[in-house]
């Protein structure tokens, strides 16, 4: 079936007038905005604008009082003037007395001073190595020591006995007239064996002492005894 339209009910017709009265209506509206925003910003512009004169206090000016000059120094005036004065003073003057007759004087008993004691040189022992003149024994050298020694020892019996045998080291000193002493043993094998080596250490003739730079002194000399059953 189909349909029929009124030509008063159709809106085509119109959409011309409708568009219209839409574009007025718009721009009345852009107008009233303009309008409206341009009297603000006139009222805002003559607030900004609008200052206050006010009288600034200005701060009185002050000037600094210069410091007062320094007090000049007076001069002596001198005068060839001279005033006479009277001597009516009188000066009174303490005598010190130097009579000591009430004075005591304590009498201390004489203390004898003690002598002063000299001090001691100590004097190095140099090893037999390194001493200038090594001392001589006997007019000869070290192993003619060496041969007296073994010609004076006597083999203990306890140590014969056990068979005990070795090597003791004995340390003597030659003084500087040419005695031995402090004779010990150093390195020792067995009690009876180190007491004989000391024994025939003790027992040595005096040597002719070492020198140092032409001067006699003590020599340290180390000498070993082999003990050697047979």
Same mark, same amino acid.
């Given at each position: 079936?189909?349909?029929?339209?009124?030509?008063?009910?159709?809106?085509?017709?119109?959409?011309?007038?409708?568009?219209?009265?839409?574009?007025?209506?718009?721009?009345?509206?852009?107008?009233?905005?303009?309008?409206?925003?341009?009297?603000?910003?006139?009222?805002?512009?003559?607030?900004?604008?609008?200052?206050?004169?006010?009288?600034?206090?200005?701060?009185?000016?002050?000037?600094?009082?210069?410091?007062?000059?320094?007090?000049?120094?007076?001069?002596?005036?001198?005068?060839?003037?001279?005033?006479?004065?009277?001597?009516?003073?009188?000066?009174?003057?303490?005598?010190?007395?130097? #009579?000591? %007759?009430?004075?005591?004087?304590?009498?201390?008993?004489? @203390?004898?001073?003690?002598?002063?004691? $000299?001090? *001691?040189? /100590?004097?190095?022992?140099?090893?037999?190595?390194?001493?200038?003149?090594?001392?001589?024994?006997?007019?000869?050298?070290?192993?003619?020591?060496?041969?007296?020694?073994?010609?004076?020892?006597?083999?203990?019996?306890?140590?014969?006995?056990?068979?005990?045998?070795?090597?003791?080291?004995?340390?003597?000193?030659?003084?500087? #007239?040419? %005695?031995?002493?402090?004779?010990?043993?150093?390195?020792? @094998?067995?009690?009876?064996?180190?007491? $004989?080596? *000391?024994? /025939?250490?003790?027992?040595?003739?005096?040597?002719?002492?070492?020198?140092?730079?032409?001067?006699?002194?003590?020599?340290?000399?180390?000498?070993?005894?082999?003990?050697?059953?047979?």
């Amino acid at each position: 079936m189909e349909i029929k339209k009124s030509p008063k009910a159709n809106l085509e017709n119109k959409k011309t007038l409708f568009r219209e009265i839409g574009l007025i209506a718009a721009l009345a509206l852009v107008l009233l905005v303009f309008e409206w925003s341009s009297t603000d910003k006139e009222v805002s512009s003559l607030a900004a604008n609008t200052t206050v004169i006010t009288d600034e206090e200005q701060a009185p000016i002050t000037q600094e009082t210069p410091p007062p000059p320094p007090e000049q120094i007076k001069e002596p005036v001198m005068t060839e003037e001279l005033q006479i004065v009277e001597n009516d003073v009188k000066v009174e003057t303490d005598f010190i007395s130097t #009579d000591d %007759s009430d004075q005591k004087i304590e009498i201390k008993p004489y @203390v004898e001073a003690k002598p002063v004691e $000299e001090e *001691v040189e /100590v004097e190095e022992e140099i090893p037999f190595a390194i001493v200038e003149d090594k001392p001589m024994f006997q007019g000869k050298d070290a192993n003619e020591f060496t041969k007296w020694v073994y010609n004076n020892i006597e083999y203990p019996e306890i140590a014969k006995e056990n068979g005990i045998q070795g090597r003791v080291t004995v340390q003597f000193t030659i003084d500087k #007239d040419g %005695s031995v002493k402090d004779v010990k043993v150093l390195r020792g @094998v067995d009690s009876s064996l180190d007491k $004989e080596a *000391v024994r /025939v250490i003790q027992k040595s003739p005096k040597w002719s002492p070492g020198k140092q730079r032409n001067k006699p002194v003590k020599v340290k000399y180390t000498f070993p005894i082999i003990f050697q059953l047979r």
